[in-house]
Nanobody
């Protein structure tokens, strides 16, 4: 069992930045960020494999950057140029093997954190 703990959420004005962290209790190969706004489905934000390759949702590409510190088993999400539509609860997900072909499928992951709230005001 792997525990994931997110931190770094908060409130920011449009155009601002936030950095989220996800600390895992052990190294795990595939890690991703998801978000869920009220009344909406959970959506994939970005993904990183253990080899460092990344994938991003079109809505955040060029604004968000995923990085990873394997020594600390920690995944980061640097969010720049934030927009009100980025407001959501952000979740970290992880899995040794992806359970679905596409990284953005929420049911492709075994482990989830409790989430951290990001609120962007206009």
């Amino acid at each position: 069992q792997v525990q994931l703990v997110e931190s770094g959420g908060g409130s920011v004005q449009a155009g601002g930045s936030l950095r989220l962290s996800c600390e895992a209790s052990a190294y795990i190969y595939n890690m991703a960020w998801f978000r869920q706004a009220p009344g909406k489905e959970r959506e994939g934000v970005g993904f990183m494999e253990g080899d460092g390759s990344t994938r991003y949702a079109a809505s955040v590409k060029g604004r968000f950057t995923i990085s990873r510190d394997n020594a600390k088993s920690t995944l980061y999400l640097q969010m720049n140029s934030l927009k009100p539509e980025d407001t959501a609860r952000y979740y970290c997900a992880a899995s040794r093997l992806l359970l679905r072909p596409h990284w953005s499928a929420p049911d492709g992951y075994n482990y989830w954190g409790q989430g951290t709230q990001v609120t962007v005001s206009s």
